[in-house]
């Protein structure tokens, strides 16, 4: 059972909070001294529960799904149909249909750009992003855009790194089919207003596309709240398997795109010159789908439910205010990204050193974060970087591992000898 209210308080500043112990992966050492993990929005770690629901299907139900009339064939439907309920629940989808599985975010949205963009745009089109993309939602558009002559047009940033809404409505006009942003930024951790974006493109009829890799593992996300057209996340973010994701679509949207990939599963009928589609989400499955990890992301969702996701936001809030706090301490430090509101992240640099060199200084002492240009090369441009750190966190984070990473950056002077010059 988990504790509550004072208890509660005191256990989640000193061990998070998840307990630290559903998480095998926490319990390690890396040179010789105790993991602290720090790179979340890359991917998260597992707890038990969800890498014992993999296990557990392959155990004891593993078959093909939707085809077999036998006893494990019909188990391992009923889970991965489970599962999609299970999504469907969790972001407030009308309808577990509107769930399409996928491998991972980055499928979902090139599902769109592809299955949508490619029927619905033309020459003279607009599509219009955000500077601050992952390439994920960036390139599949560019690559569209390419062949039907759409043109790319991107809403600007404001210098403390909100987006300039302000500036929406001289980018949208009758000319935009689609509008296709980030929920919440994997570098500056910028929330957009999705609901209020959504409502302004629609007035126009253009649809919207919410990348939500960084938001759904992080707060409560409500697409009919959202008033999106389409929401893309990963699993692998959310404490679930990696190779799966879900594309969540409007109905209508779903039922009028062509299906991308050809194969088993997504088909009516098959005849030798040309074949009818299956119904909605099953005409974008073809082939074998990743039923363990539905079932592992149905896991990781129970277990999400468990804590609760306002109270997952509220603490990481709190752990990424002490962070913010705590990084501006060190001499010389550049942190990116608003104050507030912002996501479970902060991205830095030190100056004199590049942040591969102190991801490697950091990691042997046993605290992964990322570095590198975080696939946003057109925001780091923007931001006149090549590169940043990033520290990102999740619920089994504390305070202490905030210490740890800010202690060790104290030590990064004397150890490369030319901080700050
Ligand atoms: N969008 C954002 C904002 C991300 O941070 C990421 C991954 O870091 C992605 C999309 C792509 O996620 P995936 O690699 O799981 O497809």
Request: some cysteine; aromatic content about 8%.
């Amino acid at each position: 059972m988990r504790p509550t209210g004072d208890v509660q308080e005191h256990q989640t500043a000193t061990t998070g909070l998840f307990l630290r112990d559903d998480f095998p992966i926490l319990q390690r050492m890396v040179h010789g001294v105790p993991l602290v993990y720090l790179d979340n929005a890359a991917t998260t770690q597992k707890p038990t529960v969800v890498i014992e629901a993999e296990a557990a299907y392959y155990r004891t139900s593993n078959a093909n799904v939707h085809r077999a009339i036998h006893t494990l064939g019909e188990e391992a439907t009923r889970q991965y149909e489970q599962a999609r309920a299970t999504v469907a629940s969790f972001i407030g989808s009308p309808a577990p249909e509107q769930c399409v599985f996928v491998r991972n975010a980055t499928e979902a949205l090139n599902l769109v750009a592809w299955a949508w963009g490619m029927d619905h745009l033309s020459s003279g089109d607009e599509i219009l992003l955000t500077v601050m993309e992952h390439h994920s939602n960036l390139v599949p558009w560019q690559m569209v855009a390419k062949r039907t002559g759409a043109r790319l047009r991107f809403l600007p940033l404001a210098p403390d790194g909100t987006l300039r809404l302000d500036a929406l409505d001289t980018f949208l006009s009758e000319r935009t089919k689609i509008v296709a942003f980030t929920h919440v930024s994997n570098v500056l951790g910028t929330i957009t207003p999705v609901a209020e974006i959504c409502r302004r493109a629609q007035r126009l009829g253009a649809i919207t596309v919410v990348d939500a890799a960084q938001s759904v593992p992080h707060q409560p996300v409500d697409v009919t709240a959202l008033g999106c057209d389409f929401l893309a996340f990963s699993a692998h973010k959310m404490y679930g398997p990696m190779g799966i994701g879900v594309l969540w679509g409007r109905l209508e949207r779903l039922q009028e795109m062509e299906p991308l990939f050809g194969g088993g599963e997504m088909i009516l009928r098959v005849g030798l010159e040309s074949s009818t589609w299956n119904e909605v989400p099953y005409k974008f499955e073809a082939g074998t789908p990743n039923v363990a990890g539905a079932i592992g992301l149905a896991a990781a969702i129970d277990y999400l439910r468990g804590i609760g996701m306002e109270a997952i936001a509220g603490y990481e809030s709190q752990l990424t205010e002490y962070a913010l706090l705590r990084l501006r301490s060190v001499p010389g430090i550049e942190v990116y990204g608003p104050e507030s509101p912002r996501g479970s992240l902060v991205a830095f640099n030190v100056p004199g050193v590049h942040p591969h060199d102190l991801s490697q200084f950091l990691d042997q002492q046993g605290i992964a974060i990322r570095a590198g240009h975080h696939c946003a090369q057109p925001l780091l441009k923007h931001l006149c970087v090549v590169a940043t750190a990033r520290a990102s966190f999740a619920p089994y984070n504390t305070r202490a591992d905030v210490d740890a990473l800010v202690d060790a950056l104290g030590r990064v002077g004397d150890f490369f000898g030319h901080v700050g010059s």
